[in-house]
């Protein structure tokens, strides 16, 4: 099998980079992500198979140096390590190695652990500090005064379990934060917001403390007698017309590269680019918690190893990738991303009551998916490639809410819900920007807002019933930055201009959105800074090399600069060229009383759907599976 320049980066090449890194800089580097560079457009699009596959690692980290980190890029071809030096104000995602000093210097603070005996938790001994769970939190926005610019810094909140594998959100350790200063390696204050007992009500949701598990669900089986029906070849796959490469980034997750149907292009790169968790409570716990969890924390990096008839249920494909841990080895995770087709009920039909015939197609789709675990909560990331050529993303949330303990259920209902005995958990937002870099049908394409218009009352509409599609051309960054309008209909449409279908109209797609709030924080808020990409549902740039981060690449402890923002400063012209379009999807949540323990799935997403690519149902070649 021979390498493509966008293949994972594989073990040996995650060990060559380590190597050639250290031989160069060192060795006393904290390693946050390391992935393979994908090479600039114009390289990418003249490779060839045979060619050098242009393999280039990243290596991101921190070492004693005082500034913000490093980004390491070394070329396996000749075995060259560029290092480029993180300024103060910036820093390389967090790692694993933060999490540990952080986590280790809360439970050594004595202040800490005498605020934490207050509230009831047992510190004496070394089993007492091993049920304590400390939870780092992104500091940046609200670095604390007597941390100094550059350092990298957690707010550390904590529960206490009951023994190792208990819920330990469920005995959230109230009013406590420690401020961790980690490059100085010290615990510079410890604020301490007023004592609440410790809730006491279980909360585990393994089988083993659920009692009898339920009955009557007889087996449901999932087979596919003569295998599935897609083609895998290293990291490409080839299913129905559709042809792409698959990847994890450490940043933006799971990655669909050169995405064509019938080989016309559609999407030269899709994926999540950033994502903001704001919470809305007052309380002192999570006033300021609005953590990026694809920019700080590296969600790629936190993908889950799946598990067939857990995870995944039918002919699955597995595709596995490697990580580098803290300190320099390579971590495998296998089945990282899931490849497998899904019966989806009816593509179309109709009955004829004339001839009393009925023709009918069955709906199937090719789900490409991943699953990533960011502390508490679990995200899914699932795309979704159908016969007639519409294209889902679709977001799962789970996991466990973020919670406060109370005394007094009617504190603040609005603000933080209670959901359990003692608990209540704080109202959220997950806003998610995916960016979308556009080659319909090749060439460059425009973007259209089509939306719906009633028509006044006159001669030619005397009964006031009429209403008309309109379209108007977004032809700068700023027109671009759109909101969604459920009420009109509206939608967006890229457009190849040059490329016309069977009836003479120019080929589309159009985003369709879903019902996705926007960032509810102020303007003046740190958020709305540091996360700008939240506060439209589109944006659109033309594409330039680099400009890959709605937020900015390198967000730990920064202020917001370098992202959406900054990439539409120059209100550059999108009329018509390589099209960007970033999308804001999401939900806000006002967590319920089912939400507890652990949260049963909660979805958001898009769709993408081919409007004139076509000239007329794609899918009426679709085999009958009816014999009457
Ligand atoms: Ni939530």
């Not at 103060?88 to 210097?105: C, K, M, N, S, V």
């Not at 406590?176 to 390696?185: E, K, N, P, Q, Y």
């Not at 936190?302 to 595709?319: H, P, W």
């Given at each position: 099998m021979t390498t493509h320049p966008l293949d994972p980066a594989t073990a040996d090449e995650i060990e060559r980079a380590v190597d050639l890194f250290r031989t160069a800089h060192g060795s006393d580097a904290w390693f946050s992500s390391c992935g393979r560079v994908e090479p600039d457009k114009a390289a990418l699009k003249a490779w060839q198979e045979g060619n050098d596959p242009l393999r280039v690692i990243r290596l991101l980290?921190?070492?004693?140096?005082?500034?913000?980190?490093?980004?390491?890029?070394?070329?396996?071809?000749?075995?060259?390590?560029?290092?480029?030096?993180?300024?103060?104000?910036?820093?390389?995602?967090?790692?694993?190695?933060?999490?540990?000093?952080?986590?280790?210097?809360?439970?050594?603070?004595?202040?800490?652990?005498?605020?934490?005996?207050?509230?009831?938790?047992?510190?004496?001994?070394?089993?007492?500090?091993?049920?304590?769970?400390?939870?780092?939190?992104?500091?940046?926005?609200?670095?604390?005064?007597?941390?100094?610019?550059?350092?990298?810094?957690?707010?550390?909140?904590?529960?206490?379990?009951?023994?190792?594998?208990?819920?330990?959100?469920?005995?959230?350790?109230?009013?406590?934060?420690?401020?961790?200063?980690?490059?100085?390696?010290?615990?510079?204050?410890?604020?301490?917001?007023?004592?609440?007992?410790?809730?006491?009500?279980?909360?585990?949701?393994?089988?083993?403390?659920?009692?009898?598990?339920?009955?009557?669900?007889?087996?449901?089986?999932?087979?596919?007698?003569?295998?599935?029906?897609?083609?895998?070849?290293?990291?490409?796959?080839?299913?129905?017309?559709?042809?792409?490469?698959?990847?994890?980034?450490?940043?933006?997750?799971?990655?669909?590269?050169?995405?064509?149907?019938?080989?016309?292009?559609?999407?030269?790169?899709?994926?999540?680019?950033?994502?903001?968790?704001?919470?809305?409570?007052?309380?002192?716990?999570?006033?300021?918690?609005?953590?990026?969890?694809?920019?700080?924390?590296?969600?790629?990096?936190?993908?889950?190893?799946?598990?067939?008839?857990?995870?995944?249920?039918?002919?699955?494909?597995?595709?596995?990738?490697?990580?580098?841990?803290?300190?320099?080895?390579?971590?495998?995770v296998k089945n990282a991303i899931c490849l497998h087709e899904e019966d989806y009920g009816i593509q179309w039909k109709h009955f004829d009551a004339q001839s009393e015939t009925t023709e009918v197609r069955r709906s199937r789709r090719l789900v490409i998916s991943s699953v990533f675990t960011i502390g508490n909560y679990d995200y899914g990331f699932y795309w979704y490639l159908y016969l007639d050529g519409t294209i889902q993303m679709e977001i799962k949330l789970t996991g466990i809410v973020g919670v406060s303990a109370v005394e007094d259920r009617a504190v603040n209902p609005e603000q933080s819900p209670l959901i359990a005995p003692n608990i209540v958990s704080p109202v959220h937002q997950h806003l998610f920007s995916f960016r979308l870099d556009w080659e319909l049908d090749g060439g460059t394409n425009a973007l259209y807002e089509s939306e719906i218009e009633a028509l006044p009352l006159s001669d030619d509409n005397p009964d006031g019933t009429q209403f008309r599609s309109v379209a108007r051309h977004l032809t700068t960054e700023s027109q671009a930055m759109r909101d969604t309008s459920p009420q009109t209909s509206r939608t967006w449409k890229v457009v190849n201009p040059e490329r016309l279908n069977g009836l003479g109209e120019p080929v589309a797609y159009k985003l369709l959105p879903g019902p996705s709030p926007l960032l509810f924080a102020r303007p003046e808020s740190a958020v709305a800074k540091r996360a700008a990409f939240a506060t439209h549902h589109l944006w659109a740039t033309p594409y330039a090399d680099g400009e890959e981060s709605a937020a900015g690449p390198y967000t730990v402890m920064h202020a917001g600069e370098g992202g959406l923002t900054d990439y539409t400063a120059a209100d550059r012209s999108i009329a018509q060229c390589d099209l960007v379009m970033w999308h804001t999807v999401g939900v806000t949540h006002v967590p319920r009383p089912e939400d507890w323990p652990v949260m049963p799935v909660e979805y958001c997403g898009f769709h993408l759907v081919p409007v004139g690519f076509f000239d007329r149902n794609p899918t009426l070649d679709l085999p009958s599976h009816c014999h009457s």
């Open positions: 980290g921190v070492d004693r140096s005082g500034d913000g980190g490093f980004e390491a890029d070394v070329a396996l071809a000749d075995g060259s390590v560029q290092v480029r030096r993180l300024p103060l104000e910036t820093q390389t995602p967090y790692g694993f190695a933060d999490f540990a000093a952080a986590i280790r210097l809360t439970k050594a603070h004595k202040g800490w652990l005498s605020a934490a005996e207050k509230r009831g938790v047992a510190v004496a001994t070394k089993d007492d500090l091993e049920r304590i769970q400390i939870d780092p939190w992104p500091a940046g926005g609200y670095p604390h005064p007597d941390i100094p610019q550059g350092h990298r810094a957690f707010r550390c909140i904590a529960f206490v379990r009951d023994d190792p594998k208990d819920n330990g959100y469920a005995h959230p350790i109230q009013g406590l934060i420690a401020h961790v200063d980690v490059t100085a390696g010290t615990v510079v204050a410890v604020e301490d917001s007023g004592v609440v007992p410790v809730p006491q009500t279980p909360g585990r949701f393994d089988s083993a403390h659920q009692g009898a598990t339920r009955e009557g669900l007889r087996e449901l089986e999932i087979t596919q007698p003569d295998g599935p029906s897609f083609e895998v070849d290293g990291y490409r796959v080839r299913w129905q017309g559709y042809d792409f490469r698959v990847s994890i980034h450490p940043t933006h997750g799971l990655v669909l590269h050169g995405l064509s149907l019938n080989e016309r292009p559609l999407l030269f790169r899709a994926a999540l680019s950033d994502m903001v968790v704001p919470y809305g409570d007052s309380d002192p716990m999570h006033s300021w918690k609005h953590v990026l969890d694809a920019s700080e924390y590296n969600l790629g990096t936190a993908v889950n190893s799946l598990t067939l008839g857990c995870d995944c249920l039918g002919e699955i494909y597995y595709f596995d990738i490697h990580h580098v841990t803290w300190d320099g080895k390579v971590r495998p």
